[in-house]
């Protein structure tokens, strides 16, 4: 999902503001961006098909150039019979004219044809790619706290096409234009040198104003409206995410003030784009129309003296619009190439953090380069899962949340977590799932296989109700018998017939209460069978006699357990209480004499000072809060 502004788990000032990364110009800068995202598809397994399609447009663009010149010899030769009043000469004139038509009209339409299929081949592919990078390595949780990587779900579903789309078609117009220049300068050189080097003169101020007074003004200000309009649409997506509690709450005025906020900075930036525009749309009309008088007044003299025919000057009229077009091809497309290069820096910015190998070289790589890098919790198989001087902090934060952590649970122990709210419960989960690696210490785990996580919100994710049941899995071995039981195991029975069978598509959300949604989320572990379930609060919209009975069926199979709750009714399903105080402080206990409303125990860790264990502890427990 996109996001405005990445949150993050605490405030900027815990660490050092991140240097700002600068906006590529209509430079070389903004030429090596393009290559860095663009050369994989033409080197690797798809560059015979991109060469070779490219190679077609070629071949094309230069029957397009050749039909070009000879409509342009044409329309001089009908323009010299009517001036010579010569009949035969103007006719057989438009006879050639259609039989060239006849030849080009499908000639270019097959251009135009091969030329989108192409751009749609690189967009498939190259939005394969960063699907890859984004979904694996959980790289899409990382970007939700980069402060600089918004709505990375635009880029990739627009900016890739928009890349794609527009790379196709700059290339072609800029191998045209040297084909046109060629072919055209030729026929212009025979007609009037002078004309030749007007031209020239012409071509080169225009560009140069160009890129001097509107280049990075309106790279700029592209760049801010493309990341305006996703923050637009992502304020109206919210507010249809989350319509439910909106209506409960009645917050309508505060959520229309916040789209009214973001669709404001939208019609802001856009003013100051179009104005930009405005100036360049002026100067490139003004560049282009004098071209209707210059080369007129040129040659006037040379026609009225009778030395040129009328058919020539307008041949060398055509010819001067078509050089001028190619030589002149970055003012006429300066607008379009700006909205371009904003996008190519969105994109190279993903693929940095996306894309093995793309990330910029840091300076002064070598031996002592990690020396200035914070410590970071290390993660090594083990046949149980065994937490070993952890110490956990908030990505960008400097805040302890836990202290010098040891822990060690054996197959089929029960850890319950408790602790005041925002003490760092949530967190220590993310950490042995391995979504948080900010701390020190070690934390020893089986194969992430073995694991499987419950959120207190369940996922769903469009699809049917056999998908809802074995996801993450796209297939499984299970029959529908052995499914139909387990949504009886998880007091489900009458779900299959409500919804209409094990293939029905619903909108699950909005049909399924919060405590069907937390039963059919146990349901997915009875399918998978994981040797240890982590449950955030997982039961908590559900009823007493329903979570007995979900947690004595997890407990029955012999499943190591990790929770958080606050209800003193599941501590018989568990063997050991870890209880955060804040500040890094943390003390064990046996959950047969836990109480929920004791106060600290007094030998309670809290940064480094010793414990003491409580009666009744386990041995394992015990040596897990003695080796500290």
């Known amino acids: 999902m996109s996001k405005p502004s990445p949150s993050t788990a605490a405030s900027d000032h815990d660490t050092p503001p991140r240097k700002k990364r600068r906006r590529a110009s209509l430079s070389l800068a903004a030429w090596k961006q393009f290559v860095r995202v663009a050369k994989p598809y033409w080197q690797g397994e798809e560059k015979g098909r991109a060469w070779s399609m490219l190679l077609l447009l070629i071949v094309l663009m230069l029957v397009e150039t050749k039909v070009a010149v000879m409509l342009n010899d044409q329309a001089g030769e009908i323009t010299s019979a009517l001036a010579d009043k010569d009949g035969d000469r103007f006719w ?156 409960f709450y009645r917050g309508e005025a505060q959520e229309r003030a916040h789209i009214d906020n973001r669709f404001g900075k939208v019609i802001h930036n856009f003013a ?67 909205r371009f290069v904003a996008g190519i820096d969105r994109l190279q910015a993903l693929s940095e953090r996306v894309l093995p190998g793309m ?44 202290k010098d952590l040891d822990l060690s649970l054996a197959p089929g122990d029960a850890l319950l977590i408790t602790g005041d709210s925002g003490c760092g419960k949530s967190s220590l989960l993310r950490a042995i799932a391995g979504l948080w690696d900010t701390g020190s210490g070690t934390i020893h785990h089986p194969p992430i296989e073995d694991f499987f996580f419950l959120p207190q919100k369940p996922y769903l994710q469009a699809g049917t109700l056999r998908s809802q049941l074995i996801y993450p899995g796209t297939h499984t071995d299970l029959s529908d018998e052995q499914l139909l039981a387990i949504l009886d195991d998880v007091h489900l029975p009458q779900l299959v017939e409500r919804v209409g069978g094990l293939d029905a598509v619903q909108d699950w959300e909005k049909l399924l209460s919060v405590g069907e949604q937390q039963r059919l989320a146990f349901g997915r572990v009875l399918v998978h069978a994981p040797r240890i379930v982590i449950l ?42 870890l209880r955060l105080l804040g500040e890094g402080a943390w003390e064990v206990h046996d959950a047969a004499v836990y109480d929920f409303d004791a106060p600290p125990a007094t030998g309670a860790r809290a940064g480094g000072a010793p414990a003491q264990a409580a009666p009744g502890k386990t041995a394992h427990a015990q040596r897990a809060m003695a080796s500290a």
Request: proline residues 3%; positive net charge.
């Open 272 to 338: 100051r784009l179009i104005k930009k525009q405005r100036t360049l749309n002026l100067f490139q009309r003004t560049f282009s129309q004098l071209t209707l008088v210059l080369p007129s007044a040129i040659l006037a003299k040379s026609v009225l003296a009778g030395e040129l025919e009328v058919g020539q000057a307008i041949q060398a009229a055509g010819a001067f619009t078509a050089v001028l077009g190619a030589v002149g091809v970055i003012v006429d497309n300066f607008e379009s190439l700006s």
């Open 536 to 577: 955030d609060e997982a039961t908590s919209a559900l009823d007493s006699a329903n979570e007995a009975s979900l947690y004595a069926r997890l407990r029955a199979s012999g499943t190591t357990l990790i929770s958080i709750a606050h209800r003193a009714a599941v501590l018989r399903h568990h063997t050991h209480v």
């Open 359 to 402: 990330a910029p070289a840091a300076a002064g790589a070598g031996a002592g380069a990690d020396s200035g890098r914070p410590p970071r919790i290390e993660r090594r198989p083990g046949e149980q899962l065994a937490l070993q001087t952890l110490t956990l902090h908030p990505p960008r934060s400097g805040r302890v949340l836990i």
């Open 92 to 247: 057989t004139s438009v006879r050639a004219c259609l039989y060239i038509l006849a030849f080009a009209v499908p000639s270019y339409a097959f251009y135009y044809y091969m030329r989108d299929v192409f751009a749609n081949q690189w967009r498939r592919w190259l939005t394969g790619r960063f699907l890859d990078g984004y979904l694996n390595g959980r790289k899409y949780y990382a970007l939700e706290s980069d402060a600089e990587m918004d709505n990375p779900d635009q880029r990739i579903c627009e900016d890739i096409d928009t890349f794609t789309g527009r790379s196709i078609n700059f290339l072609l117009i800029f191998l045209s234009s040297i084909m046109q220049l060629v072919a055209f300068s030729a026929v212009l050189w025979k007609i009037s040198h002078v004309l030749v080097a007007v031209l020239a003169v012409y071509a080169l101020t225009g560009t140069v104003v160009a890129l001097t007074w509107f280049g990075n003004p309106l790279i700029h200000l592209n760049f801010w409206q493309l990341r305006r309009e996703a923050d637009f649409r992502f304020s109206l997506m919210r507010v249809r995410e989350n319509a439910e509690s909106i209506a």
